[in-house]
């Protein structure tokens, strides 16, 4: 049997954690039906490829190639964007103040609700586009700006309709319980109400989402509440995540993992039981540096107690108008490190092999390892190190995505 695509004279950094990036020098990849087929030393390779030659070989001239990039926190969709706000805070006004004069999370949700499904997808599509654009082939998509049952499915479908239009594998949430909707203004539980009795079960049926997210904070819900909507997300057969001590210790880690959450997201709040508890449920943590500078926090996520109790590390963008106005993940990489002291590779770990757990997706992307998805980035870098250093990438030389060069539409190649 040929294989469809043999990728030699290059350095994989596989992120299998063997040694410093998993790397193998001198190395070759071959892809055969979307897979990685081979993968090791070239000089390994000779008497394989008489058996199996290939349809293209191409020359990578010693590039490095990493695993396609994995972004697993965003809010790409929303209509909008919150410019005016940003300028308000350099003014001296606080999130949390903003939030509760009705600005916010809020604004957000006027703006997406009267925009239609074509104006949503067109936005959204723009900025996934920038993502795959530097390597991002696996990305996750929340709902979390419409608060109600129309505008949640519209902003899912939106997601699920990127996910089979481009080049990259998209997985939804559900993140219903994002903020309290003003017409639900002081009616919190009757909010939780909707969410668990209507939204999620609509949103489950259609089979719009593949996990459930909640923000669990003193200016969103409470622990209580988002215990309701963990309960129904597992009556549903959803799993979990959770926006947790991004703001405050709110004890909502030791919750989600009570109930087995994929990640906790933020955590720059998380106190000593809380990531004991992490631990013990063999959670990920998601580390959000464009949030924690965007909101000019100071406490930083207790990463040694990570690292100490082993609870692994992701990077993400947390892609969104109002905290987080991210656009690329691999300045997040460069500011986990500056501002986190994450190394760089624990911060390719974290856009890699982490964040393929943080999406149950271990198992086909994340690591660079024969029988998983060939999603290949090469680029023009003498260390992986570098992924990290500098302060915006030049773009990938080549990307793969399951064994096909996405086309140039979407990635500007
Ligand atoms: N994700 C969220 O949903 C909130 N914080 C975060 O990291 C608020 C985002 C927003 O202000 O729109
Ligand atoms: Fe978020």
Redesign the pocket.
Known sequence: MTWDTLWTNCHAATMVPSSAFGAIDDAAIAVRDWRIAWIGPRAELEDTLEDAGAHEVVDLEGRWVTPGLIDCHT?LVYGGD?AAEFEMRLEGAD?EAIVRAGG??VS?VRATRAASFEQLCASAERRARELLAEGVTVLEI?S??GLDEATEARMLTVARHLGETLPATVRTTC?AA?ALPPEYAERPDDYIDLVCERILPQVAEAGLADAVDA?CERIAFDTAQTERVFRTAHALGLPVKL?AE?LSDQGGTQLAARYDALSM??VEYVSAEGVAAMAAAGSVAVL?PG?FYTLRETQVPPIAAFREHGVPMVVAT?A?????PARSLLLMLNMACTQFRLTPEEALAGVTREAARALDLADDYGTLETGKRADLVAWDIDQPAELAYWIGMPRPARILRHGQPPCNQWTGQ
Request: aromatic share 12%; charged share 15%; no cysteine.
């Open positions: 809010h919150r999130y916010g999370i957000s929340k979390g700006y993140l994002n923000f926006h991004q997201d933020h959000l949030a947390d969104n108008p109002g905290t987080s």
